[in-house]
């Protein structure tokens, strides 16, 4: 599956993980397959916003369904490089952004003014209904990033 080839217009459901080998999705147990794919990250430090728009890696999408995986460590990665810090911050990807909808006469303007709209493609609300926000680093007795239930440190923590 090459990028192109993934429609990025599509909305999707959105998870996380922290696998280095993610290969099924987390609805259909169907293979995915990495991708390199701009998003637009919102990140809180001390009550401070900041958003910024990336090309991420490890977005891992599914053929079958609506769904995007995000690697928490390639999400991390790209927002401690962007803050040009390490602690304290709080994350979370906005949506996924269509550069292909830009008009060919409006590529050469800024993204995200008002002559040129960000094209945004929002989430699919959750399955589980709980909003997901990434901190850092967490702590060993809090409930998993990623949605486990269990502890941090007896899943993505070990």
């Given amino acids: 599956m090459e990028l192109e080839h993934v429609d990025l217009s599509i909305e999707r459901r959105q998870y996380y993980s922290k696998k280095w080998a993610l290969k099924e999705c987390p609805e259909c147990h169907q293979p995915i397959e990495e991708k390199h794919c701009p998003v637009y990250v919102i990140v809180e430090h001390n009550k401070d916003f900041q958003r910024f728009m990336t090309s991420l890696c490890g977005a891992h999408f599914c053929d079958k369904c609506p769904v995007v995986v995000f690697d928490c460590l390639e999400l991390e990665k790209a927002v401690k490089i962007?803050?040009?810090?390490?602690?304290?911050?709080?994350?979370?990807?906005?949506?996924?952004?269509?550069?292909?909808?830009?008009?060919?006469?409006?590529?050469?303007?800024?993204?995200?003014?008002?002559?040129?709209?960000?094209?945004?493609?929002?989430?699919?609300?959750?399955?589980?209904?709980?909003?997901?926000?990434?901190?850092?680093?967490?702590?060993?007795?809090?409930?998993?990033?990623?949605?486990?239930?269990?502890?941090?440190?007896r899943c993505c923590g070990k």
């Fill in 82 to 153: 962007f803050m040009k810090m390490e602690d304290g911050l709080k994350y979370s990807v906005m949506g996924i952004v269509d550069l292909a909808t830009i008009p060919k006469e409006k590529r050469h303007l800024e993204i995200g003014t008002e002559e040129n709209p960000m094209p945004l493609v929002e989430f699919l609300p959750p399955l589980d209904v709980k909003p997901t926000i990434f901190t850092a680093k967490p702590s060993q007795n809090v409930p998993c990033p990623c949605g486990s239930g269990k502890k941090y440190k």
